[in-house]
T-cell receptor, first 112, second 113 residues
Framework: QKEVEQDPGPLSVPEGAIVSLNCTYS??????FMWYRQYSRKGPELLMY????GNKEDGRFTAQVDKSSKYISLFIRDSQPSDSATYLC????????????FGTGTQLKVEL | DAGVIQSPRHEVTEMGQEVTLRCKPI?????LFWYRQTMMRGLELLIY????????DSGMPEDRFSAKMPNASFSTLKIQPSEPRDSAVYFC???????????FGDGTRLSIL
């Protein structure tokens, strides 16, 4: 079993929908949690960076961490076609991650 | 500010050839990471450097892979000899400090025929 599990999708939603992306993990030592967005043929781009449990909001994006359930989520409100990309969760026991463990990514398509 | 710069963007070569991938981290960043991304295994850390010193190379697949960081602004990942199973996208990332997130380049798409 992988340390980080992520549904690969693809997930297709209409423009304006609320999108929920999720990861589960097994290593209770993980303290730092990140979401990266990766467009086709580009490198991962950091979206959200959180420490321990709780919520963090940045514009249309909200990251949620539930350490008791070993479950993290990324919510995208008012989704746009430009949000179409692959979303990768990543986590680490230390900040910034000497060793980030990534999920395999969820492919999202937001349709007009 | 310029991001992490990788070259070449694409590389196609025949099995057995030496391949050298290059990375220029963001100026002022003191940690550098090399990753490999495949459909089957996702993103995997190969090796990382702190202040130009290799800290953990446990992710390097085998002795055919080697990485160097001769100075704070340049790193190479070399595969010799290359094999078809090395085909993947190789990413370089850098960060400023221990509690800071990693920033990625756009990768080198490597195809070994």
């Amino acid at each position: 079993q992988k340390e980080v599990e992520q549904d690969p999708g693809p997930l297709s939603v209409p423009e304006g929908a609320i999108v929920s992306l999720n990861c589960t993990y097994s290593n209770s030592a993980f303290q730092y949690f990140m979401w990266y967005r990766q467009y086709s043929r580009k490198g991962p781009e950091l979206l959200m960076y959180t420490y321990s449990s709780g919520n963090k909001e940045d514009g249309r994006f909200t990251a949620q961490v539930d350490k008791s359930s070993k479950y993290i989520s990324l919510f995208i409100r008012d989704s746009q076609p430009s949000d179409s990309a692959t979303y990768l969760c990543a986590m680490s026991p230390t900040g910034g991650g000497n060793k980030l463990t990534f999920g395999t990514g969820t492919q999202l398509k937001v349709e007009l | 500010d310029a991001g992490v710069i990788q070259s070449p963007r694409h590389e196609v070569t025949e099995m057995g050839q030496e391949v050298t991938l290059r990375c220029k981290p963001i100026s002022g960043h003191n940690s550098l990471f090399w990753y490999r991304q495949t459909m089957m295994r996702g993103l995997e850390l190969l090796i990382y450097f702190n202040n130009n010193v290799p800290i953990d190379d446990s992710g390097m697949p085998e002795d055919r892979f080697s990485a160097k960081m001769p100075n704070a602004s340049f790193s190479t990942l070399k595969i010799q000899p290359s094999e078809p199973r090395d085909s993947a996208v190789y990413f370089c990332a850098s960060r400023t400090g221990i509690n800071q997130p990693q920033h990625f380049g756009d990768g080198t798409r490597l195809s070994i025929l």
